[in-house]
């Protein structure tokens, strides 16, 4: 009985070091050639995800080799923390055409891990971003 209780308040524990936090990671770069000189041909893409106590809300920032940026919604879904650490995100029926669908996410002593198998199966780590 003693263990059931120490693994769910690790359970617990875990699930609530989420909550409230705004993590973001860079998942690839595009480079566009171009026939003249252009510096702001290239981009950077990072994935943000905000977690409250039962949502989260998913964006892609882009960010231009020039510096402007540019941020899109994906959407807000349920999301649950697994005893196994994996996050588990309800995208519905909304999302089976688009390239979440391939996100995994998983929570590994208090480091957040990505993977998308549409592009590789490289690991992404997400850093917090910390509130001013």
């Known amino acids: ?9 690790c359970q617990a ?24 000189y252009n510096p702001c041909a290239g981009q950077e893409v990072y994935l943000i995800l905000k977690f409250t106590p039962k949502k989260v809300v998913i964006s892609e920032k882009y ?5 402007e940026e540019d941020t899109i919604n994906l959407g807000r879904y349920k999301w649950r923390l697994l005893t196994n650490g994996v ?7 909304e999302q089976q055409s688009k390239d979440l669908k391939n996100l995994t996410l ?3 002593n208090k480091v957040l891990k990505g993977t ?8 992404h780590i997400f850093n917090e971003i910390k509130k001013k």
């Open 1 to 9: 009985m003693f263990l059931t209780l120490f693994s769910s308040s």
């Open 87 to 93: 996050v588990k995100i309800d995208f519905g029926q």
């Open 116 to 123: 998308f198998a549409q592009f590789s199966e490289e690991v």
């Open 63 to 67: 960010v231009s080799s020039c510096e």
């Open 106 to 108: 998983k929570l590994e």
């Open 13 to 36: 524990q875990k699930q609530n070091f989420l909550h409230n936090k705004t993590f973001t990671s860079k998942i690839y770069s595009i480079c566009e050639e171009t026939s003249e």
